[in-house]
């Protein structure tokens, strides 16, 4: 639901056509064979509210965390940053990617959006070298931050529960791995990267001791 004072309901021939208020069959849910549930029960249809509320930095740069310094940044060059190890890890890694700065991905220039597609690659292979890691899977939502970024999951080996888009489920019921064996994946991660370029960061635990 939408917070912004004088919202109203979204009106196009799409929304016009939608159950709002209906609890819909979860059965396609279920019978995906890369569905990870037996059984699922979804809330009812939310009325679809605009304007949107603003996007995390939309209205006050001060308020997005990805412009910040942050203690979880593993890694960064003079245009990208990867940053990781946030409360828990269920997955052998979670990772986000973003640019040190402020764009959207509408604004991006095509400079800074070429640089993209080789990091992705060389993220790609820092994950997989994390032991156990069969895949590394990329996602984009940019709901919760308008300041564009970017999602790395890394697939356990022989997970086949875990394909597609089913994963991200998972790294929130997984058993939360230990810290020394967060701190030795992000290592991995960040030493990986920095091995063709740009700087990895140590490691800080929860507890504020570095690891690097």
Same mark, same amino acid.
């Given at each position: 639901?939408?917070?912004?004072?004088?919202?109203?309901?979204?009106?196009?021939?799409? $929304?016009?056509?939608?159950?709002?208020?209906?609890?819909?069959?979860?059965?396609?849910?279920?019978?995906?064979?890369?569905?990870?549930?037996?059984?699922?029960?979804?809330?009812?249809?939310?009325?679809?509210?605009?304007? +949107?509320?603003?996007?995390?930095?939309?209205?006050?740069?001060?308020?997005?965390?990805?412009?910040?310094?942050? +203690?979880?940044?593993?890694?960064?060059?003079? @245009?990208?940053?990867?940053?990781?190890?946030?409360?828990?890890?269920?997955?052998?890694?979670?990772?986000?990617?973003?640019?040190?700065? @402020?764009?959207?991905? +509408?604004?991006?220039?095509?400079?800074?959006?070429?640089?993209?597609?080789?990091?992705?690659?060389?993220?790609?292979?820092?994950? =997989?070298?994390?032991?156990?890691?069969?895949?590394? @899977?990329?996602?984009?939502?940019?709901?919760?931050?308008?300041?564009?970024?970017?999602?790395?999951?890394?697939?356990?080996?022989?997970?086949?529960?875990?394909?597609?888009?089913?994963?991200?489920?998972?790294?929130?019921?997984?058993?939360?791995?230990? =810290?020394?064996?967060? $701190?030795?994946?992000?290592?991995?991660?960040?030493?990986?990267?920095?091995?063709?370029?740009?700087?990895?960061?140590?490691?800080?635990?929860?507890?504020? @001791?570095?690891?690097?």
């Amino acid at each position: 639901m939408s917070d912004v004072s004088g919202a109203r309901p979204a009106d196009s021939p799409y $929304h016009r056509r939608l159950p709002i208020g209906e609890r819909l069959p979860a059965d396609p849910l279920v019978d995906d064979p890369l569905s990870s549930f037996e059984a699922a029960t979804l809330r009812p249809l939310e009325p679809m509210l605009v304007p +949107e509320a603003p996007r995390a930095g939309a209205v006050d740069r001060a308020e997005c965390g990805l412009c910040r310094p942050s +203690e979880h940044t593993i890694w960064h060059d003079a @245009h990208w940053q990867v940053r990781a190890g946030w409360d828990r890890m269920g997955l052998p890694f979670v990772g986000g990617i973003a640019p040190r700065r @402020h764009v959207r991905l +509408e604004d991006a220039e095509p400079e800074l959006l070429a640089g993209l597609g080789p990091l992705l690659q060389r993220l790609s292979a820092a994950v =997989k070298s994390i032991p156990g890691v069969a895949r590394c @899977h990329f996602s984009r939502w940019g709901d919760g931050a308008e300041h564009f970024h970017l999602w790395a999951l890394a697939r356990p080996a022989g997970m086949m529960q875990g394909r597609g888009p089913m994963l991200a489920f998972w790294d929130d019921v997984l058993p939360a791995m230990p =810290k020394e064996m967060v $701190h030795d994946h992000l290592r991995v991660v960040a030493e990986s990267l920095a091995a063709r370029g740009g700087h990895a960061f140590p490691v800080v635990d929860q507890a504020g @001791h570095s690891g690097g």
